[in-house]
């Protein structure tokens, strides 16, 4: 039984790894910086396995959540709006400087500063997932990481892509946008790790 477990773990585990790589660039200009500008792009990303629009994925949720309970669509959506500001952006911006922070690295990820340098997090596919309490599915989350010169950003130094990062919590999480912002902190701490071990040779 023991065996069994840990079989369907492992397999569990491979199914919601994320995958990880540098596009192009370095990490060289990053060792002697202290504060990245940090800017997100929710603009043209697409959700679920067929690839919807998010205007299609949120009228076709509001509507399911409308049969449920008239009303309930429209309380979502407003929920759905503020979340990439409430919870995907904060929890990028959390995870990325306490892993940092922990790696003993003095450099910090902000937005709305006048630095050299600035990270665009472009999301590109989502999959929220879902919670059936006794069965569950982590979302899933793929952006594009890419660090240009904050006059020049044409200029791209590193580019990194994220694909399929896993948002899930311990217990019960039924909530479609906190899950998302998991697979946002996965993300970004999977990016702090490579640049603690890649920028400080």
Do not use: C
Not at 86 to 94: G, M, S
Not at 148 to 154: D, G, I, Q, R
Not at 159 to 181: C, K, L, M, V, Y
Request: charged share 25%; aromatic share 10%.
């Amino acid at each position: 039984m023991k065996k069994l477990i840990l079989a369907v773990f492992l397999i569990s585990g491979a199914a919601f790894a994320q995958d990880i790589n540098v596009v192009q660039g370095n990490f060289a200009f990053l060792k002697d910086q202290k504060e990245i500008n940090t800017e997100f792009d929710y603009s043209g990303f697409t959700m679920m396995k067929e690839k919807k629009s998010e205007a299609q994925y949120v009228q076709e949720h509001k509507a399911d959540l409308d049969q449920k309970a008239k009303g309930n669509g429209n309380i979502w959506e407003k929920k759905w709006i503020a979340a990439k500001d409430q919870i995907w952006t904060p929890k990028f911006l959390e995870i990325a400087n306490i892993v940092l922070t922990k790696e003993k690295k003095d450099l910090n990820f902000q937005e709305g500063l006048n630095t050299p340098y600035t990270l665009i997090v472009k999301a590109v596919w989502i999959y929220p997932g879902w919670d059936a309490g006794i069965m569950k599915q982590p979302a899933k989350v793929t952006t594009n990481l890419k660090f240009v010169e904050t006059a020049n950003k044409s200029n791209v130094l590193l580019e990194i892509t994220s694909e399929e990062a896993p948002g899930d919590q311990w217990g019960s999480n039924f909530s479609n946008e906190t899950r998302i912002g998991e697979g946002f902190a996965k993300t970004a701490k999977t990016m702090s790790k490579l640049i603690a071990k890649k920028a400080y040779k």
